[in-house]
């Protein structure tokens, strides 16, 4: 059974970057398109960025762009954010989503990692 298993989260100041791992235990990432949601305390879930299975298009939140960077690992069972230049607001639960290009920008991949905690401190 294919589980999503989010890594990386911490607590970091205010300008501070963390590195999020989504590492597929058994199975594979490739050919499908994966996307990082984060949940803040009191709040909705949000879209925070997605990668297509061919690793070329990209995209990110508003907010985001610019300060964070999705990529695909080459063991074909990892994707990251690179998380920099980390604000308050960007405190939350972040989690990945498998699926298809679309399924993801809005959460509706069929798999879902339990998440990692991000707490940014002024």
């Known amino acids: 059974q294919v589980q999503l298993v989010e890594s990386g989260g911490g607590s970091v100041q205010a300008g501070g970057s963390l590195r999020l791992s989504c590492r597929a235990s058994g199975g594979l990432l490739q050919g499908f398109a994966v996307g990082w949601f984060r949940r803040a305390p009191g709040k909705e879930r949000e879209f925070v960025a997605r990668v297509g299975w061919s690793a070329e298009n990209v995209e990110y939140a508003g907010d985001i762009k610019g300060r964070f960077t999705i990529s695909r690992e080459k063991d074909g069972i990892t994707v990251t954010l690179q998380m920099n230049n980390l604000q308050p607001e960007d405190t939350g639960v972040y989690s990945c989503?498998?699926?298809?290009?679309?399924?993801?920008?809005?959460?509706?991949?069929?798999?879902w990692g339990r998440g990692t905690q991000v707490i940014v401190s002024s």
């Open positions: 989503n498998r699926g298809i290009w679309q399924e993801v920008k809005t959460g509706q991949g069929s798999l």
